[in-house]
């Protein structure tokens, strides 16, 4: 079955810098590739997803990049606030994602320090 | 308000009782979804259903079973609880493949202790 890492566990930055979480997948097979934000004791929500033939989407301060011959894809936050502080998901599925659930990684709690 | 509902939201449990999560949505979504989620472990998969009346295992489906008697309900049940099913435990549901889009909408969760 599909396996994703997910990097690192945890980051802390400056309010206002950039913040990037990196993600690798196992199966070349998945063709789509989402990301969930989790605050704390809240549900985990899809806050951007990517899908195979696209090698980047952007959606105001968040984009998502893709390297299918790498099998590997990133999340960026640019001007991070403190509302971005939450556990972020990586995940990856074969046929949109609603056949089999997806396969998430192990998540990255990010710290936005004021 | 649409969306998914789960209950209980908490609970503590002896070990050896039997114990069902009840979930419902009322979005009229095919595919549903329990997913448990332990600290360092993420979001883990339990059992899917495609459709009423099929489901299929996930990752981790010992000590779980599941039933899709119809669309909207997506009941789990522990038939005799373990310590290491103490988490949180999160159902979803997905439109796909009726729409063309992978995104899961989650309940907000069942903390489950088994002492």
């Known amino acids: 079955g599909e396996n994703v890492e997910q990097h690192p566990s945890t980051l802390s930055v400056q309010e206002g810098d950039s913040a990037v979480i990196k993600c690798t997948y196992s199966d070349s097979a998945s063709n789509y590739f989402p990301w969930y934000k989790q605050e704390l004791g809240k549900r985990p929500q899809l806050i951007i997803d990517?899908?195979?033939?696209?090698g980047e989407k952007k959606d105001q301060r968040i984009a998502v990049t893709l390297n299918k011959t790498a099998k590997h894809f990133s999340l960026h936050i640019t001007e991070t606030q403190p509302e971005d502080s939450a556990v972020y998901f990586c995940a990856a599925a074969y046929s949109g994602g609603g056949a089999d659930g997806l396969t998430f990684g192990k998540g990255t709690h990010l710290i936005i320090q004021p | 308000i649409a969306g998914i509902t789960q209950a209980p939201t908490s609970q503590i449990l002896a070990a050896g009782r039997r114990m069902t999560l009840r979930c419902t949505q009322d979005?009229?979504?095919?595919?549903m979804y329990w997913y448990r989620q332990d600290l360092g472990l993420g979001l883990r998969l339990i059992h899917y259903s495609n459709t009423a009346g099929t489901t299929g295992k996930g990752e981790v489906p010992d000590g779980y079973s599941v039933s899709r008697a119809n669309t909207d309900d997506f009941p789990l049940t522990l038939a005799s609880a373990v310590p290491s099913q103490t988490s949180v435990y999160f159902c979803?549901?997905?439109?796909?493949?009726?729409?063309?889009?992978?995104?899961?909408?989650f309940g907000e969760g069942s903390r489950l202790t088994v002492l």
């Open positions: 990517i899908r195979s033939n696209v």
């Open positions: 979803a549901s997905s439109s796909f493949p009726r729409t063309n889009t992978g995104e899961l909408f």
């Open positions: 979005m009229r979504h095919n595919a």
